[in-house]
């Protein structure tokens, strides 16, 4: 005998501007100042978005709005008021190349793209090879006309009544990279997002209170930013957005006082020097979320010991809005050695409350359950109210899907007796650089065509600063004396950004194949670490 509630994103804004209306939003602008102003001020701006995006006349009920954004204050507002008005955000990955950006908007067929002036050069690329007329720009120029967000907000009604019907209507869409190389969508739901910020507000999550202030330096067209920007409004704390380019993130953290920051491993690793010559500068900060990709327990000791910084590690993916499992240590932890406790942190943490994870092996009639004991390996499965049942517009397959209703996360790893998962290994085919995943398989399949390869195998390696790079192996059609790593890099380039293109070819005679005629990607990479060290010792 309950009310029937909705779940919606029109409850998290509303809670914001009822109980939080003072708490602040702070951008960092392109010229090193700041916006700010608090959350009174951005939903009523969010209500003016709304009207002034209906007036458009393009969008109805469910229809993509894409965004090509950093993490500012207008992209925060579209976050809400694109679902609110129930259409669906579509945050656009603005480090791929226009090429794969045109296959993703063309199957979101996205009606409306906001555009950020960080980005506005590139964007042209794009827009010559897509068909969405409706480009909205935070600014315009003489050199790119257009419509602009300021002039749409200043025309629009400042009021707009909140009107869902349905907890379960789409309100955002990300893409991952595919295995196969073709990215696919996912698609949430007010309720399953709703249920996602419930989940990781609570106090052995990310934990966030009203008197945080919250710093996503996680991309806010990566995997919802975490979800973070709503997370951080339910809970009533301040946030900062570091905009395109921060130039110096310890600057930032000690003229805003984040208390907590998010981002992966990379940026941590890269900032470190940075934050331990300001550590009474940045004294506020006493929380990271990391994840995307492990966090190396050297750097989590550094953190901790050394800046007095807790690491959360957290694991996760695009599937899953995107949050699974979250490191803490457990009060039975406390009297441990702290390299003890290190190891713990180190691994990718235990199930968050609502989401289910079992280890698994395929078997000739479908999947056994594996026991946690720290120690057998197997694959990743997951279920829960905020992960994906499917893909969008694709039909499930049983790669991705099991039959009794599990997604299989491409994941291999053990769980210990406590619950703590640590992943050991990936089955799909992607590299992870710098939190941001490659298809080894698109990039294989893009050398494939070059008329000097015969056969390739990518493969990624382990690189202290990215945490992951791709090698190219391969074997040639016909002999070349000259170096023709140039050669390949170009050609990828065509299609895809510089981040993804390998930072060595190596031709090979052979390369090795397992029992069933693929390429052994396992004895490659032992092949190259062996004469890597060789080369080392000589
Ligand atoms: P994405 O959908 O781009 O967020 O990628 C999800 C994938 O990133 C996961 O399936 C993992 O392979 C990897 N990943 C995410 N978080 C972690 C982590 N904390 N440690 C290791 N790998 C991670």
Same mark, same amino acid.
């Given at each position: 005998?309950?009310?029937?509630?909705?779940?919606?994103?029109?409850?998290?804004?509303? $809670?914001?501007?009822?109980?939080?209306?003072?708490?602040?939003?702070?951008?960092?602008?392109?010229?090193?100042?700041?916006?700010?102003?608090?959350?009174?001020?951005?939903?009523?701006?969010? !209500?003016?978005?709304?009207?002034?995006?209906?007036?458009?006349?393009?969008?109805?009920?469910?229809?993509?709005?894409?965004?090509?954004?950093?993490?500012?204050?207008? $992209?925060?507002?579209?976050?809400?008021?694109?679902?609110?008005?129930?259409?669906?955000?579509?945050?656009?990955?603005?480090?791929?190349?226009?090429?794969?950006?045109?296959?993703?908007?063309?199957?979101?067929?996205? !009606?409306?793209?906001?555009?950020?002036?960080?980005?506005?050069?590139?964007?042209?690329?794009?827009?010559?090879?897509?068909?969405?007329?409706?480009?909205?720009?935070?600014?315009?120029?003489?050199? &790119?006309?257009?419509?602009?967000?300021?002039?749409?907000?200043?025309?629009?009604?400042?009021?707009?009544?909140?009107?869902?019907? @349905?907890? %379960?209507?789409?309100?955002?869409?990300?893409?991952?990279?595919?295995?196969?190389?073709?990215?696919?969508?996912?698609?949430?739901? &007010?309720?399953?997002? =709703?249920?996602?910020?419930?989940?990781? %507000?609570?106090?052995?999550?990310?934990?966030?209170?009203?008197?945080?202030?919250?710093?996503?330096?996680?991309?806010?067209?990566?995997?919802?930013?975490?979800?973070?920007?709503?997370?951080?409004? =339910?809970?009533?704390?301040?946030?900062?957005?570091?905009?395109?380019?921060?130039?110096?993130?310890?600057?930032?953290?000690?003229?805003?006082?984040?208390?907590?920051?998010?981002?992966?491993?990379?940026?941590?690793?890269?900032?470190?020097?940075? /934050?331990?010559?300001?550590?009474?500068?940045?004294?506020?900060?006493?929380?990271?979320?990391?994840?995307?990709?492990?966090?190396?327990?050297?750097?989590?000791?550094?953190?901790?010991? %050394?800046?007095?910084?807790?690491?959360?590690?957290?694991?996760?993916?695009?599937?899953?809005?995107?949050?699974?499992? =979250?490191?803490?240590?457990?009060?039975? &932890?406390?009297?441990?050695?702290?390299?003890?406790?290190?190891?713990?942190?180190?691994?990718?943490?235990?199930?968050?409350?609502?989401?289910?994870?079992?280890?698994?092996?395929?078997?000739?009639?479908?999947?056994?359950?594996?026991?946690?004991?720290?120690? #057998?390996?197997?694959?990743?499965?997951?279920?829960?109210?905020?992960?994906?049942?499917?893909?969008?517009?694709?039909?499930?397959?049983?790669?991705?899907?099991?039959?009794?209703?599990?997604?299989?996360?491409?994941?291999?790893?053990?769980?210990? #007796?406590?619950?703590?998962?640590?992943?050991?290994?990936?089955?799909?085919?992607?590299?992870?650089?710098?939190?941001?995943?490659?298809?080894?398989?698109?990039?294989?399949?893009?050398?494939?065509? $070059?008329?000097?390869?015969?056969?390739?195998?990518?493969?990624?390696?382990?690189?202290?600063?990215?945490?992951?790079?791709?090698?190219? #192996?391969?074997?040639?059609?016909?002999?070349? $004396?000259?170096?023709?790593?140039?050669? /390949?890099?170009? &050609?990828?380039?065509?299609?895809?950004?510089?981040?993804?293109?390998? @930072?060595? =070819?190596?031709?090979?005679?052979?390369?090795?194949?397992?029992?069933?005629?693929?390429?052994? !990607?396992?004895?490659?990479?032992?092949?190259?670490?062996?004469?890597?060290?060789?080369?080392?010792?000589?």
């Amino acid at each position: 005998m309950m009310m029937n509630y909705p779940l919606t994103l029109a409850q998290i804004l509303e $809670h914001a501007r009822h109980i939080h209306g003072s708490k602040r939003v702070t951008t960092l602008l392109p010229d090193q100042t700041f916006h700010s102003y608090n959350y009174t001020a951005l939903c009523e701006r969010v !209500k003016r978005l709304a009207n002034a995006i209906m007036q458009l006349r393009v969008i109805q009920p469910g229809d993509r709005v894409g965004t090509y954004a950093s993490n500012t204050y207008q $992209h925060l507002e579209l976050y809400y008021a694109v679902p609110c008005i129930g259409a669906v955000l579509h945050p656009l990955n603005v480090r791929l190349t226009a090429v794969q950006l045109a296959r993703i908007v063309q199957e979101a067929e996205d !009606k409306v793209i906001f555009v950020d002036d960080a980005f506005t050069k590139q964007f042209d690329k794009l827009r010559e090879k897509i068909e969405c007329k409706q480009i909205v720009h935070f600014h315009t120029s003489s050199a &790119h006309p257009g419509i602009a967000y300021e002039q749409l907000l200043s025309e629009a009604d400042s009021v707009y009544s909140w009107d869902i019907p @349905d907890e %379960n209507r789409a309100m955002g869409l990300c893409y991952t990279s595919g295995t196969q190389g073709e990215p696919r969508g996912v698609l949430y739901t &007010h309720r399953s997002m =709703f249920l996602h910020t419930l989940a990781v %507000n609570q106090a052995d999550v990310f934990g966030l209170t009203e008197a945080d202030v919250v710093m996503p330096l996680v991309p806010m067209f990566h995997a919802m930013a975490w979800g973070l920007p709503y997370a951080s409004m =339910f809970a009533g704390a301040d946030m900062v957005l570091p905009g395109a380019n921060p130039v110096c993130i310890a600057d930032l953290i000690a003229e805003t006082g984040a208390t907590v920051a998010a981002g992966v491993p990379t940026i941590w690793a890269r900032v470190y020097p940075e /934050l331990s010559k300001r550590r009474q500068d940045i004294s506020t900060l006493r929380r990271l979320i990391v994840g995307g990709e492990a966090m190396p327990p050297t750097l989590i000791e550094a953190y901790e010991k %050394n800046l007095g910084v807790e690491i959360c590690h957290a694991w996760g993916m695009t599937e899953m809005s995107p949050t699974g499992t =979250f490191s803490k240590l457990r009060g039975a &932890h406390q009297n441990l050695s702290d390299a003890e406790k290190w190891r713990i942190k180190a691994k990718q943490g235990r199930p968050i409350p609502g989401v289910e994870l079992r280890l698994a092996t395929e078997t000739s009639n479908g999947f056994t359950k594996l026991p946690w004991n720290g120690e #057998v390996v197997g694959e990743l499965q997951v279920r829960s109210p905020w992960t994906a049942s499917r893909y969008y517009n694709i039909e499930p397959t049983t790669e991705h899907f099991t039959a009794d209703g599990w997604l299989r996360t491409g994941d291999i790893a053990t769980v210990d #007796v406590d619950g703590y998962m640590q992943i050991v290994d990936r089955a799909k085919a992607l590299i992870r650089s710098g939190g941001e995943s490659i298809s080894s398989v698109a990039l294989e399949a893009s050398l494939l065509k $070059h008329p000097s390869v015969l056969e390739v195998a990518v493969i990624g390696v382990p690189d202290e600063k990215w945490g992951e790079r791709p090698i190219a #192996v391969v074997t040639l059609s016909q002999r070349i $004396h000259e170096d023709i790593s140039d050669t /390949l890099g170009q &050609h990828l380039a065509v299609e895809f950004p510089k981040f993804w293109i390998p @930072d060595q =070819f190596v031709i090979v005679d052979e390369i090795p194949k397992t029992s069933v005629g693929k390429s052994d !990607k396992q004895a490659l990479r032992k092949q190259l670490l062996m004469s890597e060290t060789k080369e080392k010792l000589s």
